[in-house]
């Protein structure tokens, strides 16, 4: 037998406390991300967008809206991030002006990779089509949330 003095716990290990603490904080941020309560709004509509009103009349082009670029700064067949506003701007055929949220639909995260056509979430690997809001590789299954842009003579305003 040896001689060893075994001292009784007197509370969780420091790895138990660590491990809890960040599962907790973990929880707030996925139930804070995970919430998707927007019952039937039509602006999620896959395909919906713009507006161009850049030649007759221009009620409400840009009211309350923030400038986001000129038209020539969307290529035609891709588009255009604009991480602040969480927005990415396309241009599916000349003329034609669409944008969509950069929130990833799986799981909440933002996304700033595009190439192409195709903007990808970093966090889990969906891959959504910039041109219509599609999915294009999941596990996201849901398409991007559209969002209102007008057009007015060459400038681009989130609505």
Do not use: W
């Not at 082009?61 to 990415?88: N, R, W, Y």
């Not at 949220?101 to 700033?112: D, K, L």
């Not at 190439?115 to 970093?122: E, L, T, V, W």
Request: glycine share 14%.
């Amino acid at each position: 037998m040896t001689s060893e003095s075994v001292q009784p716990m007197s509370g969780p290990s420091r790895r138990a406390v660590v491990a809890a603490a960040g599962a907790a904080g973990l929880t707030v941020a996925l139930t804070a991300c995970g919430s998707d309560d927007k019952a039937s709004d039509p602006s999620t509509e896959q395909g919906g967008g713009a507006t161009n009103e850049g030649g007759g009349s221009s009620a409400g082009a840009g009211a309350g809206g923030a400038a986001l670029a000129k038209t020539a700064d969307i290529p035609e067949g891709s588009g255009k991030i604009f991480k602040d506003e969480k927005v990415v701007v396309s241009q599916p055929a000349a003329g034609d002006y669409k944008a969509f949220s950069t929130i990833c639909t799986h799981q909440n995260c933002p996304m700033v990779d595009l190439k192409d056509d195709i903007i990808s979430c970093a966090c889990h690997g969906s891959q959504f089509s910039v041109l219509d809001g599609s999915v294009k590789k999941g596990p996201a299954v849901k398409p991007l949330e559209a969002k209102k842009v007008t057009v007015n003579g060459d400038s681009i305003t989130l609505a």
